[in-house]
Every structure is written in C-alpha cells, then in structure tokens.
C-alpha cells in the first residue's frame, strides 16, 4: 500500500516561503511513469492543480497561477517531492495535498491521482 505524508506546511507572512515534503513509502520508483502532484483546497472552494513532476523524466509542471514563484522537485533516492512557494500570497492560503499518478496520465486530473496524503495547512498572512 503506497503512502503519502505531507509536512513543512504553516504560517507565513505575504512575500514568505514555505517548503513542502512529500515522503513516499510502499512503491518502488525504479522505473514507472509514475507523476507526483501537489493539489490545494481553500476554503469554500474545490481542489485545484498546483504542480506535477515525473519520477523518471523529472518534468514539472505548474498552474498558471503558481508559475515562476513555486518550483517542484524530487529526490528519488529518498522517495521524496518538494514544493518550494516564494513569493507567498494571500490566496495561496490552502490546505496542500500530495498525490500520486501512477499512469502518468492526464496530470492535471485529480480523478487519475490514485493515492492521497492527508495534507499540509499552509497560511498566508496579509
């Protein structure tokens, strides 16, 4: 059973960083087209693409809206996504989500993530 657990989440002020983690266990990530995700859900509002990166390919992928200030990494070795968030804004404030996509498919669909951490409060003061 794969495992994802989220951490690095909590306040910061407008401009702040935050580095988010997310440990995979249970899978081996030797050779796949496995994509890992972070997704976010403000309050009252429905869950949304943030970023994705191939383990074997390292491409990455962002939503617009975290384009040029946020930058999603891995660490095979230690079976471990990064999301670096710069320039931190109000409307980034989100509970924070890892996911994995073990097809590969379709990056940006929540429905094709088959495995979810229990996310990562992150808070951004104005």
């Known amino acids: 059973q794969v495992q994802l657990v989220e951490s690095g989440g909590g306040l910061v002020q407008t401009g702040g960083s935050l580095r988010l983690s997310c440990a995979a266990s249970?899978?081996?990530?030797?050779?796949?087209?496995?994509?890992t995700g972070w997704f976010r859900q403000a309050p009252g509002k429905d869950r949304e693409f943030v970023a994705a990166?191939?383990?074997?390919?390292?491409?990455?992928y962002y939503a617009d809206s975290v384009k040029g200030r946020f930058t999603i990494s891995r660490d095979n070795a230690e079976g471990t996504v990064f999301l670096q968030m710069n320039s931190l804004k109000f409307e980034d404030t989100a509970v924070y989500f890892c996911?994995?996509?073990?097809?590969?498919?379709?990056?940006?669909?929540?429905?094709?993530?088959?495995?979810w951490g229990q996310g990562t409060q992150v808070t951004v003061s104005s």
């Open positions: 249970g899978r081996t990530f030797s050779f796949n087209r496995d994509v």
């Open positions: 990166i191939g383990w074997s390919a390292g491409s990455a």
């Open positions: 996911a994995l996509n073990p097809r590969g498919m379709n990056i940006v669909a929540q429905g094709e993530y088959d495995y």
